[in-house]
T-cell receptor, first 115, second 113 residues
């Protein structure tokens, strides 16, 4: 079974631009979560989607948004990029809601650099 | 608000020895889950072990085991017979039922040959 895939793997943008990251979960998984990983702040939860509905949201500004499609694929969008948005963005999928008795499987991440 | 604290930013252990990574958390919930994740250099994060708070028995997965002290809100990870492949960043994480996951800052583990 194919793992979680994220595209693109690397991205360079300039301040003020917008970016869209994509995540394809493991086949059959209905839950997708997004995380931002930086050296200073560590791993921070962005949002979680389950069956196209946002179930949880972290403490990020409204510039960060996401959605999930009927095939469980998910996208996250960051508008008006700031230097501080440079990070590794991780996506994780699970069959049911993440963090319960179900296991989350992580993708390789998208490394976003904002210049 | 729930918090997760890993007090050891970095640790080293000799190959074949045993090492314990510390994690404490703060919560007022009674029903929650705790996890240890491993992130090897330039590789994907994987779940090492998880513990349901309602279970008194400590979880074990091969060479990995936890010491779960609910009253003390402590959740340490013990790695026995350390191997070179265990070198990674280890994250402790907490989640209450149907709520978001909170990660600690991580502990970078070095294995000395």
């Amino acid at each position: 079974k194919a793992g979680v895939t994220q595209t693109p793997r690397y991205l360079i943008k300039t301040r003020g631009q917008q970016v869209t990251l994509s995540c394809s979960p493991i086949s059959g998984h209905r839950s997708v979560s997004w995380y931002q990983q930086t050296p200073g702040q560590g791993l921070q939860f962005l949002f979680e989607y389950f069956s196209e509905t946002q179930r949880n949201k972290g403490n990020f500004p409204g510039r960060f948004s996401g959605r999930q499609f009927s095939n469980s694929r998910s996208e996250m969008n960051v508008s008006t990029l700031e230097l501080g948005d440079s990070a590794l963005y991780l996506c994780a999928s699970s069959f049911i809601l993440a963090g319960t008795t179900d296991t989350q499987y992580f993708g390789p991440g998208t490394r976003l650099t904002v210049l | 608000a729930q918090t997760v604290t890993q007090s050891q930013p970095e640790m080293s252990v000799q190959e074949a020895e045993t090492v314990t990574l510390s994690c404490t958390y703060d919560t007022s919930e009674s029903d929650y889950y705790l996890f240890w994740y491993k992130q090897p250099p330039s590789r994907q994060m994987i779940l090492v072990i998880r513990q349901e708070a309602y279970k008194q028995q400590n979880a074990t997965e091969n060479r990995f085991s936890v010491n779960f002290q609910k009253a003390a809100k402590s959740f340490s990870l013990k790695i026995s017979d350390s191997q070179l492949g265990d070198a990674a960043m280890y994250f402790c994480a907490y989640r209450s039922a149907a709520d978001k996951i909170i990660f600690g800052k991580g502990t970078r583990l070095h294995i000395l040959p």
